[in-house]
């Protein structure tokens, strides 16, 4: 088990350009989730699947936010026409939907958009 | 809809000293509490939850926390702090009947620790 991956660690783009990030999960876990986490912010939830179906996605910030979890392994996350108020963490956790909140995060991806 | 309030953003205490990190809450319900730590470009680790039940909980590195429902708080202490939990420490909720298992997150105390 070597926790919950994410990659890149660190991604800086222009603005306008898309941007797609990874996180694979721990492999027995079927949920994965996605919160961004802002400069002196505490991480705010976005999206989570459980397998490969995305439950609950009101919560991505705009329609510029996507993600996929296509075989209920690792999941994407897409920002397409990046600004600069996308600049953020982007942290993944994934978890088992038998353990009540039993989370474990993954050490994020640092999006910087210039 | 829950939220929560952590109203310092920085505390500095000196080794050796105690600690109490403040955390309000705001939910309809029986919430339950979380307490995670992050270091610099580490993701978030679980220091202590809380459920049900005695409402004193203990949980790794020497951290407590109490559930005080009078005060919707949920307030992290520690007797004796070390160097090495200079940190971020983030209080979160979720809803007891969420599926989802959703959390929603304070903003944050930075801790910093003078030798």
């Known amino acids: 088990d070597t926790g919950v991956s994410q990659d890149p660690r660190h991604k800086i783009t222009k603005r306008g350009q898309n941007v797609t990030f990874r996180c694979d999960p721990i492999?027995?876990?079927?949920?994965l989730y996605w919160y961004r986490q802002t400069l002196g912010q505490g991480p705010e939830f976005l999206t989570y699947?459980?397998?490969?179906?995305?439950?609950?996605k009101s919560r991505l910030l705009s329609d510029r936010f996507s993600a996929e979890r296509p075989k209920g392994s690792f999941s994407t996350l897409e920002i397409q026409r990046t600004e600069q108020g996308d600049s953020a963490m982007y942290l993944c956790?994934?978890?088992?939907?038998?353990?009540?909140?039993?989370?474990?995060f993954g050490s994020g991806t640092r999006l910087t958009v210039v | 809809a829950q939220s929560v309030t952590q109203p310092d953003i920085h505390i500095t205490v000196s080794e050796g000293a105690s600690l109490e990190l403040r955390c309000n809450y705001s939910y309809g319900a029986t919430p339950y509490l979380f307490w995670y730590v992050q270091s610099p470009g580490q993701g978030l680790q679980l220091l202590l939850k809380y459920f049900s039940g005695d409402t004193l909980v203990q949980g790794i590195k020497g951290f407590e926390a109490e559930f005080k429902r009078s005060q919707s708080s949920f307030n992290l202490r520690k007797p004796s702090v070390h160097w090495s939990d200079a940190a971020e420490y983030f209080c979160?909720?979720?809803?007891?009947?969420?599926?989802?298992?959703?959390?929603?997150f304070g903003g944050g105390t930075r801790l910093m620790v003078k030798p």
């Open positions: 492999s027995e876990h079927n949920r």
């Open positions: 979160a909720v979720g809803a007891s009947h969420n599926a989802g298992n959703m959390l929603t």
């Open positions: 956790a994934s978890s088992s939907s038998t353990a009540n909140y039993g989370y474990t």
């Open positions: 699947f459980q397998n490969e179906a995305q439950l609950e």
